[in-house]
């Protein structure tokens, strides 16, 4: 409404709207009375010095007293000349009075002002209490807790935010896994030069999850691609996002996406991906309701929601990836998986020029030569080897690390480390010896076998008092019949050397019945490697959930004959196994009961060592 529209052209005077309220005329009154009270006692009674209230008392004067711990009140028989009928003195030590009362000075009390102790009295734990609860709940928030300032940032994002100057680490500084690399790098490419990747139609992927074997690599993959890429970093991992708050995991979601368009374009990493992402609905309490599940929900939404030519890249690395939900993985999602295995061969060497550029080297040491002691090693396996023979060389003083703290570095992560304290009787290192050397003759007989690297008799690890090391000499990615059978042959080979040697059995060989056992179950229900039970594979994929009793599924996709001949079919290949051992061995009993001397007087025996014994028992 226009103020000239109206009659004269005036706006309205808005007139004050006042509210009664019974309350301010309570406060008012009692104000009022307080300090009437305040002006008729002023009125009232007369401060006077307390020789002056001595001398009314000597003088009769005083009709009443009263007495405070500070001051004494009178009341007087007759009123003063000024009309007041009270007087008031502050109280004087009686002996201090009586004296000074002596020379007829006059004479008064002072009362001390306590107000500022009294208020530091009360105001001080006061402000002592308050300064520590607010260090308190500053310290929770930043800590994401549940003080005021981790109440309001709970629903936060947590991911750290890394700037591309601050991401140090680029391809050149990861090795071993070039096909990795290969696919991380056309995502880089989009990142940096969008329009060229996009004048034919294309877009980027809108997610890429890295899978593979713990070590291998995915995170220093992670940082890399965004070192390469010059772009803002987001690193949070899976279990992040979960709180015991329901509904906190979907907010940190929100604000992360929230966070990474504002920063695009950028790359958002989240390790761990299945602590946040494993599949609905499995379990007995889980439940639409579920925190996870809510959480999963919102990443899901939040994939489908923004648009992938924003330049948001999202990044996810897991070990797991059977346990993941199948919407994470379906197109639009996550749109490529890249594999990152272990290295072969020539990726270990690779790894290993990467980690001994960080040590002093002797002239003997050769990473080809480490690679090839070092099958099924993942990247980060390598990296602990390198710092476990740094630390060997530098036990013993040496200038520069060698090839012999490699090789021991080796069999410390192999074996264990060694126990030379531990004493064993004479009859336990003869038993022993003969176990260990049993291995090693059978492994050098048999063809298609794993070469012996080292034989020793020196306890090691948790339970084992000796071990025969084998190191494959290339990667392996098939394995034919007959070279299981072998491998079979050489498990048993301890244990026939113990029947043969000595006469009897001891429970050195535990460990190597249950890879023998585990092993020949393989070949049976698995490769079907048996003519009883057929080219069948009885054994079901493992399943990684529980189902509602919160155990394993136990059901047998076959029936019991078929079980029994499974058994039988297990049994005739460790029978044959162990017979195949007994039968070399008892061939070459003198080469064995030689070896094992010679084991009990070294202790340990190389592969050089073992060269004159091999030689001959291959010609037997």
């Not at 696919?183 to 809108?206: H, I, Q």
């Not at 690390?401 to 030379?420: N, P």
Request: charged share 25%.
């Amino acid at each position: 409404m226009d103020g000239k529209n109206l009659p004269g052209g005036k706006p309205p005077v808005l007139k004050p709207h006042w509210q009664f309220n019974l309350w301010y005329v309570v406060f008012a009154l009692i104000a009022l009375a307080w300090t009437r009270d305040l002006w008729v006692s002023s009125r009232q009674v007369q401060p006077v010095a307390y020789s002056e209230f001595v001398q009314h008392l000597k003088e009769g004067r005083v009709e009443s007293v009263t007495v405070s711990s500070k001051l004494l009140e009178g009341k007087l028989k007759a009123p003063l000349p000024d009309g007041r009928t009270r007087i008031v003195a502050t109280r004087v030590d009686p002996a201090v009075a009586a004296q000074l009362d002596q020379y007829g000075v006059r004479f008064a009390g002072a009362v001390e002002n306590t107000f500022l102790s009294e208020m530091l009295s009360w105001l001080l734990p006061a402000l002592v209490l308050f300064g520590l609860w607010g260090w308190l709940a500053r310290r929770m928030a930043s800590q994401g807790g549940f003080g005021m300032g981790g109440l309001l940032s709970v629903g936060k994002s947590r991911a750290r935010v890394h700037q591309e100057s601050d991401v140090q680490v680029r391809f050149a500084d990861v090795a071993g896994v070039d096909e990795a690399k290969d696919e991380l790098r056309e995502s880089v490419d989009f990142l940096k030069n969008p329009k060229a990747y996009g004048r034919l139609g294309a877009r980027m992927p809108k997610g890429v999850l890295l899978v593979g074997p713990p070590g291998t690599g995915k995170t220093l993959l992670a940082r890399a691609m965004a070192g390469e890429a010059g772009v803002p970093f987001f690193s949070i991992t899976g279990s992040e996002f979960v709180e015991m708050f329901v509904g906190v995991g979907a907010a940190r979601v929100r604000d992360m996406f929230v966070q990474a368009r504002a920063a695009a374009p950028c790359i958002v990493f989240i390790d761990e991906l299945d602590a946040l992402g494993r599949a609905r609905g499995i379990g007995p309490y889980t439940g639409g309701h579920d925190e996870k599940e809510q959480t999963l929900n919102q990443l899901l939404a939040e994939m489908d929601g923004f648009d992938p030519s924003a330049g948001v890249l999202i990044l996810a690395a897991t070990n797991r990836p059977e346990v993941l939900d199948p919407a994470l993985l379906r197109a639009g999602r996550f749109d490529r998986q890249v594999l990152v295995d272990r290295p072969d061969r020539q990726g270990r060497v690779e790894i290993l020029r990467v980690h001994l550029r960080k040590v002093s080297l002797h002239t003997d040491v050769d990473a080809d030569k480490v690679a090839a002691l070092t099958p099924g090693f993942a990247g980060a396996d390598l990296a602990n080897l390198v710092n476990e023979a740094a630390l060997l060389a530098t036990r013993r003083g040496a200038e520069s690390v060698a090839m012999q703290d490699f090789t021991a570095a080796v069999e410390r992560i192999v074996a264990g480390l060694e126990k030379r304290h531990r004493v064993m009787s004479e009859q336990e290192r003869r038993t022993v010896a003969v176990h260990e050397m049993g291995h090693a003759l059978v492994a050098i007989v048999l063809p298609g076998t794993d070469p012996v690297h080292k034989i020793s008799i020196i306890p090691r690890g948790i339970g084992a008092l000796g071990y025969t090391l084998q190191r494959p000499t290339e990667d392996r990615y098939l394995v034919r019949r007959s070279e299981l059978e072998n491998r079979l042959a050489v498990l048993f080979g301890g244990r026939a050397a113990e029947a043969l040697v000595l006469g009897e059995l001891s429970t050195g060989a535990a460990d190597d019945l249950a890879k023998a056992s585990e092993l020949a179950l393989d070949m049976v229900t698995r490769f079907g490697m048996a003519a009883e039970v057929g080219q069948v594979a009885y054994e079901r994929p493992r399943n990684p959930f529980l189902d509602s009793a919160g155990q394993l599924h136990a059901e047998r996709p076959h029936s019991e004959a078929t079980a029994r001949a499974i058994d039988e079919a297990v049994r005739r290949l460790v029978d044959e196994a162990f017979a195949r051992a007994s039968d070399i061995l008892a061939q070459r009993r003198a080469l064995l009961e030689e070896g094992a001397q010679q084991l009990l007087g070294k202790e340990t025996l190389t592969e050089e060592e073992l060269k004159p014994l091999a030689e001959r028992a291959r010609a037997l």
